[in-house]
């Protein structure tokens, strides 16, 4: 891996720091506890599952409605049902299931209560422990309370990037490389030659144009509504890449803003990157993301 990426052992340090609440939207007392991986056997033992997709304790919510759809669709990795929580908790300790769900996770060195909406893959495993379960994904999602359009139109590129995502720790001589989402930067340099999709609202003032962007970066950016971000994913538009941005809004000065950024046809992530929100570094992908994307430390 290239040197603007962090190895996989500070990557492992970096996730003992998560305090996982695992939800599923549900009443469930909070664990802290150090992030468990799924080792080699746990991995292969993935691909031999079938795959349980936690429903949301409110029948009414959009991840309800729409997750059966994009699974259907889009998930070809493994056979897979849609349970409820009571189904989960009477099977989460057989190691022949895997799991998708959502989790309302607090990062412990936030300075203010904050929580994000992760979507998470696990293994089941014979323990009482909601956080012993062997994870194979963990990716922020949105942040808690946001509306649920922020986040529905990503789902399906986040499930065919997951299957990726699975078949990468599957292939690789070391998995733990690939538990570090920065990891998949590598690529990042391909975005040079492709069409990249932002909106205005996710980017910092400092890259709110595109005149302003060219300075930091010479690919091409065209800043869009998110109605054509959506409709790029479907049509799974070739040469395009799009952004996802996680952030508790522009009004909010604590916490952390993600940039994960895939491509549309490939379901690639190109750019995984975060960074604690300062008044030097607000809320939004900024001109450092852009100079990341193209190999600059400066």
Known sequence: MNKM???SSKALKIASFFALMLMYTFNICAQTQRVTYANRSQIDDFFKSTTMVVLDANPFTGY???IKDIMSEHWTITPFEIITYDRFESIRNDPKHSFIFLSKVQLEKDRKETFYMYLNIVMGV????LTAMPELLSIPLAYTGVDEEAYEDILPLMIRFAQ????NLKTARNPNNFYNLKNYSDDSRLLKDMTLLVQESDLAEEV?????????YPGDVRIVTAEEIAKAIEEKTPNTAVLHQVSPGENDNSGRSYCQVYGTADAKLYYFNHQTITQRRPVGMMARDFRLITGKWF
Do not use: W
């Not at 990726?164 to 078949?167: A, M, R, S, T």
């Not at 709110?208 to 930091?216: F, G, S």
């Open 5 to 7: 990426l962090n190895n």
């Open 164 to 167: 990726i995502h699975l078949d």
């Open 208 to 216: 709110n144009t595109v005149e302003k962007i060219k300075k930091d």
């Open 126 to 129: 014979r323990s009482r422990s």
């Open 64 to 66: 309800n409605v729409i």
